[in-house]
Every structure is written in structure tokens, then in C-alpha cells.
């Protein structure tokens, strides 16, 4: 880690809050953002914008020569570190050594295999200075790419638990009504995560009380969500709004081994994907199920529930964020739902602990972020 200047951090700064503009777009690549400086002066800026597009120094680089300046020995500020691998565009290593850049300032590494510390190499063996971020705001470029992250290092997406709840923490009566909890800013933010996200989860259970489309229903939706449902038995209705959109809209239904062949068959001839996940138990399964999807191009997944399968998830040390609405609601009864299920801890120094707690409100309702882990 090198130590940087006043002005290398408010460059840096401004190359992560240009990634977030691809957030949604990108997937499975990373957020990126870039800008071009010399002499206290922004030549150009770019970000990652949509997968299989530009790359974000690339896409400084376009900026700065269309506005007819010359980037030899300036200094360009990324989000992540540089590629330098040939994919669906070129290296972004040959553009910068190309370009005549004389240093390159990095938030945050790429840890994949084949990059992780290549591309920093590259540039230093070309005679470019290269210094990397350290702190805060090496932390918040990590963090904008949890799950590009968490799926290079480990091969499954990352997880986000979504749940909304009464301040009694229940999230649906004893009959299972659950309509609705949250406030209508609260659900608009959920489908904003939806459209975010390359997939969204939810059990039978749901699937059956609801019936549910499972689509990010906000304007400027670039992509929808692919629908996962975790099916032990195959039980997803042929007649569901699901299996009926899968030709739109790509379905996936988890079953185990229990499900019976004529269902599955049946699923597949309608267009649903089927995975068999495998496994001595619920957890088991889940990272069985995960391991498919993050082998399909799965890099994120919105898991809305209900309380059995979001209890298997934690079980299996999958859930790396949760997001929790509290509405103003007291319901009250023993035998109404709670938000998880499963295991769970047996003492409290066994609990899981969050890394950091966020709080803001949506509406009448108090949102709760809270990061369970960090890749």
C-alpha cells in the first residue's frame, strides 16, 4: 500500500462514485470507475457502463482524446485494479501503456485468479509509477464489488437477505398473511435491489401463497433478475406466473433428489432450468444449489425468503448481507412467523455478528443494512 496525496484521494474518490453508475449493468464484471488527470486538471472520466461494453480506463481514454487532449504523463485514478487479460474487449494494461500514462493510482485489487497483482506488474515492468489505495477508501471499492468478489474467490454468488418485518419482529401472521408489512417506498426499494441483483431466491412456500412474478418492477430496468425457486419436490405449478414467463424470463427451480423425474420433465419441457442439488441436508444443499449457479453466471442473489429457506441460508454461512425494513406494526402471537428459521446458533457467542450496522428510513418504515461479511 502506498500513501497518497489530499488530491490523489479526491481523484480516487471521484473514480469509485463513477463505478456505481454501471451497478446492474455490469454483472458478472465489476463496477469500475476512471479518471485522467495532469496538473490538478480532469482530462477525462469513464466508467464500466454495460457488460461486454468499454472498460472504464478505456472509456477515460475515449473521453480524453474527444476533447482533444493528450494523456502522455498523466496520471489516471481507477477503482480496481487494471485487467490484463484478453475478454470481451482487450487488456486494459495495453491501452494505458499505449496512452503514455505515466502513473496509475488503484482503490482497490482484482482478486481473480488470473489478474490479482498481473496487471500492476505489467505497468510497473512498462516504467509506469504505480501506487494502490489504502483505508477507507480502499474499503468502499471493495465493498462496491461484493459480489464480483465473493464469486471469483469462491465460485458462488454473493447473498443478499431481504426481509420486511413488524417491530415485533414477525414477518407474517399465524395464517401466513404477510400483505403487506412494509410501506410502498419500502417495496419500491426492494425492487430496485431486485433489478441489481442477477437473480432473486425464494422457497416453495412463497411460490405457492403467492404466486409471484419475481420481476424488478422500477423504470430504467436495464436487465430483469433470473427466478429462482428452491423446490425439493418439484411442486412449482405448471399454471404459475413463473413457469408461464419462463420463456421470457429465465426460471430456475432447485430440486433434490426427492423431486420425482415426471415432474422435473415437465418443468424442463416448459422451459424452467432445473438444478439437482445434492447433499446429507438443507444447508448442504443450498451451497450445492449455489455452486450451480455461480457456475452458470449467477454472481448475486436477492433472497427474499420465506423463513425456512432463508434459515437454511444462514445455516450454511451463505447470507453476506441482510437489509431488514421495520414497519410500524405490532402484531403480536406466539405461533406468528418469524424471519428465519432452521438451526441457528445454540448460544450467543456462537451468533453470527454483524461488521457493520447502516439506518435510514424509507417512508414510514426504518431500513437496517447490516454486512455480515467481507470479500
Keep these: 500500500m502506498t500513501a497518497l496525496l489530499a488530491t490523489d484521494e479526491v481523484h480516487l474518490a471521484r473514480a469509485v462514485e463513477l463505478a456505481q453508475r454501471g451497478r446492474g449493468n455490469v454483472s458478472p464484471n465489476p463496477q469500475v470507475g476512471a479518471v485522467v488527470v495532469r496538473d490538478g486538471e480532469r482530462l477525462g472520466e469513464g466508467y464500466h457502463a454495460w457488460f461486454g461494453g468499454p472498460h472504464a480506463e478505456r472509456a477515460a481514454l475515449a473521453a480524453v482524446a474527444q476533447a482533444g487532449h ?5 496520471t489516471m485514478y481507477v477503482s480496481l485494479e487494471p485487467c490484463c ?38 505497468l510497473r515492468d512498462e516504467g509506469i509509477e504505480v501506487a494502490v489505495a489504502d483505508g477507507e477508501l480502499a474499503a468502499r471499492a471493495r465493498r462496491l464489488n461484493q459480489a464480483f468478489r465473493k464469486h471469483s474467490r469462491t465460485g458462488r454468488p454473493w447473498i443478499l437477505f431481504k426481509s420486511a418485518m413488524t417491530l415485533d419482529g414477525k414477518v407474517a401472521t399465524r395464517t ?4 403487506w408489512i412494509s410501506g410502498e417506498d419500502s417495496r419500491h426499494q426492494a425492487h430496485r435491489w431486485r433489478a441489481e441483483c442477477d437473480a ?6 412463497t411460490a405457492l401463497a403467492d404466486d409471484p412474478l419475481l420481476t424488478a418492477r422500477v ?16 411442486r412449482l405449478p405448471l399454471g404459475s406466473q413463473l413457469v ?11 430440486v433434490s433428489r426427492a423431486a420425482s423425474r415426471h415432474a422435473t420433465d415437465a418443468l424442463e419441457l416448459a422451459g424452467v432450468d432445473v438444478i439437482v442439488a445434492v447433499g446429507e441436508n438443507e444447508p448442504a444443499r443450498v451451497r450445492s444449489a449455489l455452486e450451480s449457479l455461480g457456475s452458470a453466471g449467477v454472481t448475486s442473489i436477492l433472497l427474499e425468503g420465506g423463513p425456512h429457506l432463508a434459515g437454511a441460508f ?20 406466539a405461533s406468528a412467523r418469524d424471519p428465519l428459521e432452521g438451526q441457528g446458533a445454540e448460544r450467543i457467542a456462537d451468533a453470527t455478528r454483524a461488521l457493520s450496522l447502516d439506518v435510514e428510513r424509507t417512508g414510514a418504515d426504518v431500513l437496517v443494512r447490516a454486512r455480515l461479511r467481507e470479500w
Design 219 to 234: 423504470d430504467g430496468v436495464s436487465r430483469q433478475p433470473r427466478r429462482v425457486v428452491f423446490d425439493s419436490e418439484g
Design 200 to 205: 432473486v431466491a425464494v422457497g416453495i412456500g
Design 176 to 179: 401466513g398473511d404477510s400483505k
Design 70 to 74: 493528450d494523456p502522455a504523463g498523466a
Design 85 to 122: 487479460h484478453e475478454g470481451k474487449t482487450p487488456p486494459c494494461t495495453d491501452a494505458i501503456v499505449a496512452a503514455g500514462i505515466g502513473r496509475v493510482v488503484v482503490a482497490s485489487d482484482d482478486p481473480t485468479e488470473h489478474a490479482s497483482g498481473r496487471g500492476l506488474g505489467i
Design 244 to 254: 408461464r414467463g419462463a420463456a421470457e424470463l429465465p426460471v430456475t427451480v432447485v
Design 314 to 333: 444462514f445455516d450454511a454461512g451463505e447470507v453476506d448481507e441482510m437489509r431488514l425494513f421495520l414497519a410500524p406494526v405490532v402484531l403480536g402471537g
